[in-house]
């Protein structure tokens, strides 16, 4: 077996001794013990140099070092000059680490964050954050909107926390110029109802059997220009619903409108209600819309016609138009309201509603499928509305504020706005958990 000497003579290189080992050796003599100069060897012959000496042989080992010392100092001096680690204020990492738009949705991962959110100064070069998402920050996670730090987007932008001790920590991200991103809402009024089936049968303006166009209006309360996907659905199993191209009797292609800022447009939706015994004799003709762009600012929009085979086809009546706001302790993502499970921090959903006539305006929700959902409070519990100018519909709005119990799952939420001199109309919202 070899001894600890000889495993320590196979680190040497040529070249790289300027002293005779065994001279070394034979002047110490019997001062120090053989285990002694063993340790004294390996020393010697060790890659790592703690202290050079006059004469040293500057090897690539001892270059090597000198760089692997370098580059530690500077992620230590980075280190120290980003975070307050006296305090427990660091910052880590961003969520996304790259692609970053302003006005994108953003989080700073780390420790030490002051709670609420808004405790912190948060800088994005010297733009201060406004607004945080308070749900889903908390010590060790900042989530907010990346506001504009109005400086050229060429080098990377230092973003800074402050916590609510002082402690400040910083770190760069590169960030890419704000996508326009339209922002509004939606409504889809109902504008023609169908005196008869296409077949022209029948008895004018009650529902039959057959195939039946109605006509709805893709509203837009929008600034930016929007691609909006159009979705017809009905109920009634075997019913059809379908949206067809402008102008002709042909599908749509591919139910997209692009509609620049606050616009109208027509809809035609063919019903086709088959005849036989064990078709349903009622159901639900909705219409649902949602802008596309990624990360949009417009809310979705939706209508609903009732309709039973027999009875009369409703009219459009359109005093009372509701339309989606906005959500808070809670975010709108593809058409559907995504709430946080929380016993104490409820989600609200807030709407619009334009009402032509004066009267008691009382709203009401419920839920396609309530089980594990509670409705805590609906916001004002009714409004009475004064008779508005001729052509100019007063404008109000309710919240809803709702839970997700342990067993929620997705479902519609349903507002129904009904005045009580007479008339009411709902409006649908996809709701689920994040």
Known sequence: MASTLENALRLVKPGEMVVSITDILDKLGNKITAEEKEQLLIAMLSPRREKVQPGDLITTDLANQILADIADLQVRVAYLESSDHSSGLVINAFDPAADVHVGDRLTIKGAGFSVPPERNIVLVGNT????????????????????DPKLPLIDPISISVTNDQGAKASK???????????????????????TLPTSGQGTPGTFAAGEWIFGFDLSTIVSGTGVYRVTPSVTAAGWRAELLADGQNTLHPDNLFVIMD?????LRIRLTVPSGAAVPTSGTLRIDVVETTPNTKVTQGNQTVDLAIGSP???????????????????????????????????????????????????????????????????????????????TPANGGFTIFLKAGADA????????????????????????LQ
Request: avoid cysteine.
């Open 128 to 147: 201060p954050v406004q607004f945080f998402n308070t749900v889903a920050s908390d010590p060790y996670n900042l989530v907010f909107e990346v506001p």
């Open 313 to 391: 086809i409703p009219l459009p009546d359109n005093r009372i138009r509701l339309s989606l706001l906005e959500a808070q302790n809670a975010v709108i993502r593809d058409g559907r309201v995504l709430v946080v499970r929380s016993d104490f921090d409820p989600g609200a959903i807030a709407f619009n509603a334009l009402v032509t006539q004066s009267g008691t305006y009382t709203p009401t929700a419920s839920y396609t499928n309530s089980n594990g959902w509670t409705t805590t409070e609906v916001s004002p519990g009714f409004v009475v509305a004064t008779t508005p100018p001729t052509g």
């Open 262 to 266: 606050s616009n109208t447009h027509p």
């Open 172 to 194: 760069n991200l590169r960030l890419l110029p704000a996508v326009s991103i339209p922002q509004g809402r939606i409504e889809v009024p109902y504008k023609i109802a169908p």
């Open 409 to 432: 799952s997705p479902t519609d939420l349903i507002l129904t706005l009904t005045r009580t001199e007479g008339g009411s109309a709902r409006f649908y919202v996809g709701i689920g």
